[in-house]
């Protein structure tokens, strides 16, 4: 190198301070002459290369290049040597540093020429490894592809709620592209609930909070709504620092019509769409509550459709449970909407008539007697099944006990009336056939206790 004075003391000053600036750098200095030997290394070229500078200087620099980067660095050099100018050799490229070990690392290098003229002109190469950083881009690149795939709808915003990233997930939930969001306010795009309010969430995600699975109603471009599950959370740099707000939306509907339909089949028969026997349960120890405490009447009727075996037998089950569906429609589309109709097991249906005395009761149910009767029923064959029941009816009042009793004593009067339904010779018949149809004489309900006999 040039020195600052003319006398030797300037000139070692100018060598002791190249060598301290040289042990002092951050990255690996490696000094190569224009044949491509090291003269010259630092102490981090040694921590990131492995070697002893010893073992370096002298050494061809490829020494510190993969095997399979070696032919390509060589045309790089020469390239180099032709117009040497200061220039970043990653160009372009993805370059690796060897270490002694076999080992490999993503480097940086930075290469500066000095000398006085072509022939003994140095290079200085600065090098980095660059894993950390590699580690973090890679990472980021993750990200980005995660949330660009997610079906969720992944919104970014600043932190006075303005969408700064939209992904996909997002375009499809609300129907809105990245271009029509970006710099909008994110909150034309959720309804919350009576208890919640946007602002007060928003609030408590500025203070650093994240809010989790809250459930809203998104607005969609087209003006529909769609149950979302949304988390809120604060987004902050590499300082800690809050600097926007990451809003993650997942489609509900599909878990709202799931739950939706566990509810609906905690209280209905799947088949028929009728009450279950546990609602129907529930339902009569309801009432008999009532019985009790207000001196309510109502009737219990127990439903059983006459020679269901036959049908199933002759049609099979999926002709039977058509039969079943039609039966509970009919009766349903007869009874009052306060009364309770329920299926509560194979053939048997139960009803429930708050209110009402045994005489209302007794008209009741001739009435879904001759309703059922009436039905036009196909089998699939073309010829119209003839369809009939047999009912059993109670009264519930305030001397009922349990609804063990009054269930017993609807159940025997409907074997009853199921008895006098065979001794007039009741089968399953084609309605072209000449049939027997049972009378629709009125009988009271029975009465389930003697007090009230």
């Known amino acids: 190198m040039g020195a600052l004075g003319e006398n030797g003391s300037d000139r070692l000053w100018t060598a002791e301070l190249f060598g301290e600036l040289l042990e002092s750098a951050p990255e690996g200095v490696i000094v190569v002459d224009a044949t491509g030997q090291i003269i010259l290394v630092n102490a981090e070229t040694e921590r990131l290369f492995g070697y002893g500078r010893q073992e370096l200087v002298g050494q061809p620099v490829e020494l510190l290049v993969p095997l399979r980067s070696r032919k390509q660095h060589r045309r790089r050099t020469t390239g180099y040597l032709v117009d040497p100018h200061p220039r970043s050799s990653t160009t372009g490229l993805e370059l690796f540093g060897l270490r002694k070990d076999g080992t490999e690392f993503p480097a940086e290098i930075l290469l500066s020429p000095f000398g006085p003229d072509q ?3 140095l290079t200085y190469c600065a090098v980095r490894d660059i894993s950390d950083r590699k580690r973090a881009e890679d990472n980021a690149s993750r990200l980005a592809s995660l949330v660009e795939s997610s079906d969720d709808a992944i919104v970014g915003e600043t932190l006075d709620g303005v969408v700064v990233s939209w992904n996909v997930g997002a375009e499809q939930l609300y129907g809105y592209s990245a271009e029509e969001m970006l710099g909008k306010s994110a909150s034309m795009l959720t309804l919350l609930g009576e208890d919640d309010n946007l602002a007060a969430v928003l609030a408590r995600v500025r203070t650093g909070k994240r809010v989790a699975n809250l459930e809203a109603v998104g607005a969609r471009k087209n003006g529909k709504h769609v149950r979302v599950a949304l988390t809120i959370s604060p987004v902050r740099d590499g ?21 939706e339909h566990l509810r609906y089949l905690a209280d209905h028969d799947e088949l028929t769409g009728a009450l279950n026997r546990r609602r129907f349960m529930r339902d009569l120890n309801e009432q008999l509550e009532r019985a009790r405490r207000y001196s309510e009447t109502a009737v219990v ?128 018949r084609d309605l072209t056939t000449s049939r027997r149809v049972r009378g629709t004489k009125v009988r009271p309900p029975v009465r389930t206790s003697p007090s009230t006999a």
């Open 119 to 121: 022939g003994d002109r």
């Open 239 to 259: 300082q800690g620092q809050m600097v926007g707000i990451s809003s993650i939306a997942r489609d509900m509907s599909a878990v709202v019509r799931d739950r």
């Open 301 to 428: 009727m127990l439903i059983d459709i006459d020679h269901f075996k036959q049908i199933n037998d002759r049609y099979g089950h999926p002709v039977g449970d058509r039969a079943l569906k039609t039966v509970a429609t009919a009766l349903a589309q007869r009874l009052r909407r306060t009364d309770t109709v329920a299926r509560i097991g194979g053939d048997e249906f139960g009803v429930l008539l708050p209110y009402d005395d045994p005489e209302q009761g007794a008209e009741v149910a001739a009435d879904l007697r001759r309703v059922v009767s009436e039905l036009r029923f196909d089998p699939g064959t073309g010829r119209r099944l003839h369809l009939e029941i047999s009912v059993g009816t109670a009264l519930l009042d305030r001397y009922t006990e349990s609804d063990e009793e009054v269930l017993a004593a609807a159940d025997k009067d409907m074997y009853q009336d199921k008895f006098r339904s065979r001794s007039a010779g009741g089968v399953v």
